[in-house]
């Protein structure tokens, strides 16, 4: 799965595929994001490992490493 955010500079737009993307039938969907400080949590489990996804939308977040670690 590919995932990312970009801001368009026109109306063209390429994306380059992974290799064992070839052949397959695939979904592409584009929509305006609107911009907010919420972050959005996406989680994907691929075998035995899940992985999660953070992102924050917001220009101005810096993440504090040491912040994280006072809890």
Do not use: C, W
Not at 22 to 28: A, D
Not at 41 to 52: D, F, P, W
């Amino acid at each position: 799965m590919i995932r990312t955010i970009l801001t368009a500079d026109g109306q063209l737009l390429q994306i380059k595929l992974p290799a064992d993307f070839v052949g397959k039938l695939i979904e592409v969907i584009a929509f305006p994001v609107q911009e907010t400080t919420e972050p959005s949590v996406t989680s994907q489990t691929s075998g035995e490992k899940k992985i999660t996804v953070v992102s924050v939308l917001d220009k101005h977040y810096k993440f504090n490493r040491e912040e994280l670690h006072e809890r």
